[in-house]
C-alpha cells in the first residue's frame, strides 16, 4: 500500500513516487515534503537528483485521513475494505507554512534529537502533529547526514589524487637518478636525494591517512570508498558566502541556505611558474646543431610534398600524414605507446616574414601571438646565435604550455629545441622544434608526456607585407583520457593541430596591424588613436586573463559538481594578489554544451548586443548600445566594442559600461566580455598604464565540431554529427577576504546561473533558427 511507496526520482520540478498500487505526483512548491518513515529508499542515501530535491526544501506531509497514517492506525480488516476502494479517489495534502519551516529550523540548529516533550510543545506552537515535527526531524538528520558523506567522498578523491601526483613526481625524479662512477641508471637506495626522500616518507603518510579516513567513512556511510578514484588535485580553503554580492545571477528561490561546507580546489600561490628543465652542456651543443639541421630538412621536405605523404582526412579539408609513408621517408624510432597527431595546413598572413620570425624567437611575443594556444612560453637556454644579431642559426631551449579553452581538456606541457634557418634562394624562412628528449635523457619529464616531433612552419614572402605560411604539427602524446564531449575533439587531432594554430595567427596578425593603423576615422568617444590603441591593449589582456582561467594552465585544478561520466560543470576558486584582476577569492564555474548549430550562427548570436536583451541570464533584461566600435580584421565578427548598459541607476555621474572583444576563425569563435567603470575606461585612453585596471572576464567558446569518422559509441551520438561545442566560462569575485568560506549555496547559485544561461542561449537559437520571436523562459530549477 503507501506504507510499501518508494521516491523514484526528482524530475522536472515534480516529486515522483512509485507504489505498488498507486503512482501520483505534486508540484513542488515553496515547502517541504515530509517522508513517512515506512517509505523504502532506493539507497542508504538520496541520489544527486533527489538530494537537490531535498535541498530545495520540498517536504510535505499527507494529513491523517491518507498515507502511512492511515494504515498503522486501522486494524486488518479496515484495511482490506480499503484496499478495494477506488484508487482514483483524490488525496490530500498538507503543506508547511514559511513559519512552521522556520520555528522548526531554528529548534534543529539548537538540538537535532527533540525529545517527547519538545517535539509535543513545538506541535502545539504550530499547529501540527507530533508525528509530523518527529518525522520532519528525522528527514532533516537525514539531509545532514547525505551532504556530510557528499564532502568528504569529495576530501578523500582530493586526497587520492594529490597522492597520485606524488607518485608521478617521485616516478620522474627517479627516472633521472644516474651513477656518478659509471653514468648507468642509479638505484634506489642511500644516494637518494634529501628531496626524494621526503617526498616518500610523506607519500606513505598520506596513504596511512587516507587508508584510516577510508575506514571511517566505509563504517559510517555504509558502502566502500574506492581510494584511488579520479578527483581534484588540490583543495582549497571553504568560503562561506553571501550571493548578494553578485545580484545579477539567477538563484533559486526554493533552495534554502546550506551550511555544509564544499571543498574547492585553489592553485597554491607557492607554486612555481616554470619546471625546471636540464640545460644542455658544452659536449652536446655541437650534437643539437646537427640535430636541427637533419629536422630542419625534413620539415621543409613534408612542407613540399604531397601525396602519398600527406592525404585528405575524412571531412576533406584537412590534410593528415600518411604515417607509413612517413616512416619510410624518415626513420625515426617508434614508440608504440603514445598516440600520434600529424596535420598541415597553409595560409596567407598580413605580416612580413621578419617580423613572424622575430616573434617565434621572443618567448613573450610568441604568447602575445597565440593567446588562447600558448598559455606559457619561457626561453631557457641560448645555444647558438648570429654574431651578426641576424636570426638565421639561432638556436635555443625553449619551455612551453599548450591549452584548450576548457577545464576538461589538459594541457600539454613540453621542452624543445627551436631551429630558425633563412634560405636566400628560395626566399624564405623556416622555423622548426624538435624534441630536446631524443639526445638528452636526464630532462625532467612533464607528466602526461608530449614529444614535439620536428614541427614549425615555412615562410615566404609576398608583395604587400603579407607572408604564405605553410605549417606543420607533428607530435607524439601521452594523455590522461579525455571528456567525452571533447574526445572527437583531441582525438582527431584538431585541438592542437596545424589548422588550429594557423587559424589564430591569421585573426592575430589582422589585429596587429589594426593595431599599428594610425589613419581611423571614425573613432566614436575614442578621442584620439593614442586612446584606441590603449583600449586594444586593455582588451588584449583581458583576452589572455580570460583564456588562462578558463584551462588547466599552470596546474589550475578543477571539481566536477556530480559524479556523472555526462557533467560537464566543473568550478574552481583562485586567490588573487597581483595587479591585473581584483585582490581576493575568485570563483569560476565552466560548462560546455553540445549544439545543432554551426559555430558560425552562435558567434553571430553571442556577439551581437541587440540580441542580448533577448537572453535575460547574460543581460538581465537590460538593453546594450555600444559607444565605440574597433575592427581588429576583415571579417566584421573580429571587433572590440565599449558598450552601455542601459539601466535604471544610469546618472550623470553614474554610467555602467561593458567591454567586449569578438575573435572569429576556422577553428572557433571566442566572445570575451567584462564590466568596467567609466574611469577605468578614461584611464586605458588617457594614455596611463592600464595593467591596475582590475579586469574579471567572462564569456564564451565556440568550437565547430565535425561528425566522428568511426562508429560512435551511445555516449557520443550527441557529437556525431555537424554542430559545435560551446563552452561557457562566468567568474565572480567571491570574497575580499582570503580566509572567508564557500558553502553549497554559493555554489549552486553560480551554477544554477551558469545552465540558465545556457537555456536561454538555446531557447534564442531555437527561435532563431524557427523564425519566431525570441521570448524569455523561466530558468530551468535544477542543476545537472
Known amino acids: 500500500m503507501y506504507g510499501d511507496c518508494q521516491v523514484m526520482s526528482t524530475m522536472g520540478g515534480n516529486v515522483v513516487v512509485n507504489s505498488s498500487e498507486t503512482l501520483f505526483s505534486s508540484p513542488i512548491q515553496n515547502n517541504s515534503f515530509t517522508f513517512m518513515p515506512t517509505m523504502h529508499f532506493h539507497h542508504s542515501f538520496p541520489t544527486m537528483k533527489e538530494e537537490d530535491g531535498i535541498l530545495r526544501g520540498k517536504e510535505e506531509i499527507m494529513e491523517s485521513g491518507s498515507g502511512s497514517e492511515q494504515v498503522e492506525d486501522k486494524s486488518g480488516n479496515e484495511q482490506e475494505t480499503d484496499q478495494q476502494q477506488p484508487q482514483n479517489k483524490k488525496k490530500r495534502y498538507h503543506r508547511h507554512t514559511a513559519r512552521q519551516i522556520h520555528e522548526m529550523e531554528a529548534l534543529f540548529k539548537e538540538c537535532q534529537h527533540p525529545d517527547d516533550k519538545q517535539r509535543l510543545k513545538l506541535s502545539h506552537e504550530l499547529g501540527l502533529k507530533p508525528r509530523q515535527v518527529k518525522f520532519w526531524f528525522q528527514n532533516r538528520r537525514t539531509q545532514m547526514k547525505a551532504q556530510q558523506d557528499r564532502a568528504e567522498n569529495v576530501i578523500l578523491r582530493a586526497e587520492n589524487e594529490t597522492l597520485k601526483n606524488e607518485n608521478y613526481r617521485l616516478q620522474a625524479s627517479l627516472r633521472s637518478v644516474i651513477c656518478p662512477n659509471c653514468g648507468g641508471p642509479g638505484i634506489m637506495g642511500a644516494d637518494l636525494g634529501l628531496d626524494e626522500q621526503q617526498l616518500r616518507i610523506e607519500n606513505a603518510r598520506l596513504r596511512e591517512e587516507l587508508e584510516r579516513v577510508c575506514c571511517l567513512t566505509s563504517r559510517y556511510s555504509g558502502r566502500p570508498i574506492q ?11 571553504s568560503l562561506d558566502l553571501d550571493m548578494n554580492i553578485y545580484p545579477r545571477h539567477y538563484v533559486d528561490p526554493t533552495i534554502p541556505p546550506c551550511t555544509e561546507m564544499i571543498p574547492v580546489p585553489m592553485l597554491p600561490p607557492e607554486a612555481s611558474q616554470f619546471p625546471e628543465g636540464g640545460l644542455l652542456m658544452e659536449e652536446e651543443k655541437s650534437l643539437a646543431m646537427d640535430l636541427a639541421a637533419s629536422s630542419m630538412a625534413e620539415l621543409v621536405k613534408m612542407c613540399h610534398a604531397n601525396e602519398p605523404l600527406w592525404i585528405r582526412g575524412c571531412d576533406g579539408d584537412r590534410e593528415v600524414l600518411n604515417f607509413e609513408e612517413h616512416g619510410r621517408l624518415f626513420p625515426w624510432p617508434l614508440n608504440l605507446k603514445h598516440r600520434t597527431e600529424a596535420s598541415r595546413d597553409t595560409a596567407v598572413v598580413i605580416m612580413n616574414s621578419v617580423t613572424l620570425v622575430d616573434a617565434f624567437l621572443d618567448a613573450n611575443k610568441w604568447m602575445e601571438l597565440f593567446p588562447t594556444i600558448v598559455s606559457r612560453a619561457k626561453t631557457v637556454q641560448i645555444i647558438s646565435s648570429n654574431a651578426s644579431g641576424h636570426a638565421s642559426g639561432s638556436l635555443q631551449l625553449m619551455y612551453a604550455e599548450f591549452q584548450v579553452l576548457s577545464p576538461l581538456v589538459s594541457t600539454r606541457e613540453t621542452h624543445f629545441l627551436r631551429y630558425c634557418q633563412h634560405n636566400a634562394e628560395e626566399g624564405t624562412w623556416g622555423i622548426v622544434d624538435f624534441p630536446i628528449d631524443s639526445f638528452q635523457q636526464n630532462l625532467h619529464p612533464s607528466y602526461p608526456r608530449y614529444c614535439r616531433r620536428p614541427s614549425g612552419c615555412l615562410i615566404q614572402d609576398m608583395p604587400n607585407g603579407y607572408s604564405r605560411v605553410t605549417w606543420i604539427e607533428h607530435a607524439e602524446v601521452e594523455e590522461k583520457p579525455v571528456h567525452q564531449i571533447f574526445s572527437n575533439y583531441v582525438y582527431s587531432g584538431m585541438a592542437f593541430g596545424a589548422q588550429r594554430w594557423l587559424g589564430v595567427l591569421q585573426r592575430q596578425c589582422e589585429r596587429v596591424a589594426s593595431l599599428m593603423a594610425r589613419n581611423i576615422s571614425d573613432l566614436g568617444v575614442i578621442h584620439s588613436p593614442e586612446a584606441r590603441k ?24 578543477w571539481t566536477a559538481i556530480s559524479d556523472s561520466p555526462e557533467d560537464t560543470v566543473r568550478i574552481t576558486t583562485r586567490k588573487i594578489t597581483e595587479p591585473g584582476q581584483p585582490n581576493g577569492v575568485i570563483l569560476g564555474a565552466v560548462s560546455t554544451t553540445w549544439l545543432p548549430y554551426s559555430h558560425t550562427k552562435v558567434f553571430d548570436l553571442l556577439r551581437d548586443e541587440r540580441h542580448r536583451s533577448q537572453m535575460d541570464a547574460l543581460s538581465n533584461g537590460n538593453s546594450l548600445n555600444e559607444v565605440a566600435h574597433i575592427a581588429n580584421g576583415s571579417h566584421p565578427g573580429n571587433c572590440i566594442s565599449l558598450l552601455r548598459i542601459n539601466v535604471a541607476s544610469n546618472s550623470s555621474q553614474n554610467v555602467e559600461l561593458m567591454l567586449q572583444e569578438s575573435c572569429t576563425d576556422q ?39 565535425p561528425p566522428s569518422s568511426n562508429n560512435s559509441s ?71
Open 714 to 784: 551511445s555516449s557520443e551520438a550527441l557529437i556525431n554529427e555537424h554542430g559545435c561545442l560551446l563552452t561557457v566560462g562566468l567568474q565572480i569575485l567571491a570574497s575580499t577576504i582570503p580566509s572567508a568560506k564557500l558553502n553549497l549555496s554559493s555554489v549552486t547559485s553560480i551554477t544554477n546561473h551558469l545552465c540558465s544561461t545556457v537555456h536561454q542561449i538555446e531557447a534564442s537559437l531555437c527561435n532563431t533558427a524557427n523564425n519566431e520571436p525570441t521570448t524569455t523562459t523561466a530558468p530551468p530549477k535544477t542543476v545537472n
Open 534 to 557: 590603449n583600449l586594444m591593449k586593455l582588451a588584449q589582456r583581458m583576452i589572455r586573463t580570460f583564456s588562462l582561467n578558463m584551462s588547466t594552465s599552470s596546474g589550475q585544478s
Open 667 to 705: 577553428s572557433g569563435s571566442v566572445v570575451v566580455y567584462t564590466t568596467i567603470a567609466v574611469d577605468s575606461i578614461q584611464v586605458a585612453m588617457s594614455g596611463e598604464d592600464p595593467s591596475c585596471i582590475a579586469l574579471l572576464p567572462q564569456g564564451f567558446i565556440i568550437t565547430p565540431m
Open 227 to 237: 581510494t584511488m578514484a579520479p578527483a581534484p588535485a588540490l583543495m582549497a580553503p
